[in-house]
């Protein structure tokens, strides 16, 4: 437009140009050579030349302090602070801040590479140790990954879970490892206390990503560290490493354009000195302004306490690209006029006449433009306006009045020296360039000064920043008294605050017309982290006459299940245990209008109730369980089984409690009673054992109660093997291994899932001269809980053939299979 679409317009408008003019406005004198005459710019001029020193040094010395601001910078990325604090998304951030931690929004994100699959136990025992050692950093709030799932699990829990062969069966270990890992890629999320602009938050990046910190990774581990403060933090250290390069090939270019312009040495010097001191202190006043937050009340906005990182790479190419156009023009003509007249003091004063006026002009209409961006409510907006508007304001004039006339003078005519021979060969080698061809050749470049100073003392009409959230302390948490503790009942028949937990019930009932039934039923509690607590049930009816077998499931999520210490309807004391499934109607949506399965009571009075379906024809329960004098049974002795790598269980049962009520079957209601067997476990353990596990319940007509667990390995071994034995008199007695033996003597394949299950066993107890041989009921009595549990597994009631010293016994029991169905066998059902 400037060389092509101007001219073509003034010469058609021609002489019509000036029709207009305003009469008011008088025309610049001229003498008789076509000049100029001196005015008011070479008045300004000369005087300043007079006393060169006088307005050098304190000119000079202005712009230095208003520089001095910017030796104190601190760059970061914009967030929503920059917005004003009506608008929405500034709301919620405000609010979420004000609530939470900001680091909670803004986490780092380590890419974890191991040597192998980082499910091995290998990997997974060096991820736990790397975790441990980030969490212990004070600046560290938490950290997320497969091997920080709940605090409760141990090194060797997490091992054992997570290099299973068939995968973790607990889905909320499958959903975390199938979310952050792949192969030998997994991913840890580390919420600092810290937002990602905190100079603690960077700081704690540079000591995850130095191999010689106390964070870093151990050997065979590699790891990048991005997100929040990384990302920050690299944005900063790029634009600062790419400055130098940037700077050097700015100036070199513009030297030698105004070298080839001005025919000198010097002034192309001078000229890049003076350009640098003007956008320098217009740097220092955009700290002072919107990082110390000076005159923000006047302004209208909240200070931010920093420079956002782009800002001064976009103010550098405007106010470089202007300042430069402003020298051209004013030295350009300062050369002509030395040309004429070989007199370095009447070139300034005629150079500062003919260019002031356009100087001004220009710088005038910009500073009223982009200072009009200090009315926008948007924060860097209103920087990059105020930050143009000073910078113009004083280059054209502080810079252009006063020290390019004082420098000028005191150079005197080393401005114009160039050596002979070189200025004979630029004037027939190259064109003399114009001033206004040069913005054409000027290039971006930031200029990012990181120099540690001290903040100006006080802050003029300003605004109070954004009150940053004290930062908690970390605390020692208050730890649970180490395991085993002991079992304190009825109290212990309530809830607790455990990984793990199920209340179990399997028992034998005969109706009124001489059928008989064996049932299951059962609630299971699971706490996983941060995952809200989530609860399953299943329910299992055996028609022994009617061979056949019924079974249905529930799932609940949230602790609206758990209605325990409320008032009993029957006496009006608190209990225990109330724990009430609805089920759900979609993920994590409780289906409130269901009728609820239950389990109430404790202390040995417990009742059941559950009705579902099977076939599209309702089963279920209502019976009341009451337990006599028969002694609680603690497992191991002290009630407390230990799992050895997997963790432990606190574990007791009431073996012999009668029940009475109705069962569902058919559309009809049958009066039933009989005997319940009751296992309570809670504690810190996921997995068991790597291949599942076989347990026995049996009660002899003797008064003979005993209770068989078998954990296998993946190998089909059994690691752990335990037994409790109640006599006819009560006394409770621990089984070791070397007790008794078990003995297949039968199977059965499922034709719904393919699994071959035991299914048959004779039992020796050489000690107490006992055969039981067990046998079940009904042969398909599997459960497919997968969308419930993640597992399927066989349950179910047993025909009892059974001789101490010869004589027979009769008796009832029941049968769990875990770990040869699909799916990972190591879950408890």
Known sequence: AAVTLLPAVLSIIGPRIDSLRLPRLRRAPVDGTGLTRPGGWARLARWVMERPLRVFVPTLGLLIVLGTPFLHVRF???????LPPDVPSRQAYDLLVNEFQEGEFAPLLLAVRTDGPATTPENVGALFDYSRRISADPRVARVDSIVDIDPRLERDQYQLILSNAGGPADRYVADRLMRTTNGDLTTFSVITWFG???????????????????????????????GGAAEVKDVVDRIGADFPRSALFILISTYLVLFVLLRSVVLPLKALIINALSILASFGALVWIFQDGNLSAVLGFQPLGFVETTLPVILFCVLFGLSMDYEVFLLSRMKEAYDRTGDNREAVAQGL???????????????????????AEVVLIKAVGLGVAIAVA??????????????????????WWMPA????????????????????LVLSVVAALLLAACSPSGRLLANEPAAQRPVPLPTPTV??????????????????????????????????????????????????????????SHLAVTDEDGDRFLYDQRSEIGPQVDLSGGESADDDVATILDLAIRGEV????????????????????????????????????????????????????????????????????????????????????LEVEGMAWFDHQWGDFIAVGAGGWDWFA??????????????????????????????????????????FSVTVTDEWSSETTGATYPAGWRIEMPDERLVVDLEPTVAAQELDTRPTTGVVYWEGSQVVTAARDGVPLGGQAYVELTGYGPGSSSQAP
């Open 76 to 82: 970061n990325a914009p967030d929503a602070t920059i």
């Open 479 to 536: 730890g649970r008294a180490p395991d085993p503790q002991p079992v304190v009942l009825p109290r212990d028949d309530g809830t607790h605050d455990r990984l793990t937990e199920w209340w179990y019930y399997t028992g034998h009932l005969s109706a009124d017309d001489g059928r008989s039934f064996g049932f299951e039923y059962v609630i299971f509690r699971a706490e996983r982290g941060a995952f809200p607590v989530a609860w399953a």
């Open 698 to 739: 049996v009660n002899l007509d003797d008064g003979t109660d005993f209770t068989l667990s078998l954990v296998r390995d993946a190998e089909g071994g059994y690691p752990l093997v335990y037994g409790t034995l109640v006599r006819p008199d009560g006394r409770v007695e621990h089984l070791p291994r070397e007790a």
């Open 353 to 375: 006449e003919r260019s002031g006026r356009i100087v001004t002009s220009a710088a005038l209409i910009v500073v009223v433009v982009a200072g009009s961006f200090v009315f």
């Open 196 to 226: 990602p602009n905190r100079t603690e938050a960077r700081a704690l990046v540079d000591d995850l990503r130095d191999p010689a910190s106390a964070l870093a990774p151990p050997a065979g581990i590699e790891v990048l560290v991005g």
């Open 586 to 669: 979609g993920p994590g949506i409780p289906a409130t209008d269901a009728v609820p399965w239950t389990i109430t009571g404790g202390d040995g009075r417990d009742r059941l109730s559950a009705l579902g379906s099977a076939d599209g024809a309702p089963f279920g329960l209502d019976v009341g369980l009451l337990d006599g004098a028969r002694p609680v049974a603690l497992h191991d002795r002290d009630g407390y089984i230990d799992f050895g790598p997997a963790g432990g269980s606190y574990y007791y049962s009431r073996t012999k409690m009668e029940a009475a009520g109705t069962l569902t079957l058919d559309g009809q209601e």
């Open 394 to 415: 004083l280059d054209a004039t502080v810079v252009r009045a006063l020290l390019v006339p004082s420098t000028m003078r005191l150079l005197g005519d080393r401005n």
């Open 421 to 440: 021979r070189l200025r004979r060969w630029i004037g027939t080698r190259l064109p003399v360039i114009e001033g206004a061809a040069l913005q054409a």
